[in-house]
């Protein structure tokens, strides 16, 4: 393991990367519906 304080700062930033980036993925795909967004847009036909 690393024991240095550039490697300690370089592991922790990248396992932080990886968990901001995975939660953007969790977040960004939740409720995501583009057909009914579609639905909603388009204006009721008479």
């Known amino acids: 393991m690393l024991k ?3 490697g ?3 592991v922790t930033l ?3 990367i ?3 980036a ?3 993925i969790v977040t960004g ?3 995501e519906d583009r057909a009914l ?3 909603i847009m ?4 008479k």
Request: proline fraction near 8%.
């Open 29 to 31: 795909t939740q409720g």
């Open 18 to 20: 990886l968990l901001a």
């Open 4 to 6: 240095t304080p550039v």
């Open 14 to 16: 990248a396992v932080a």
């Open 37 to 39: 967004r579609m639905r």
């Open 8 to 10: 300690l700062v370089t």
């Open 22 to 24: 995975s939660l953007l």
């Open 42 to 45: 388009t204006p009721a036909s």
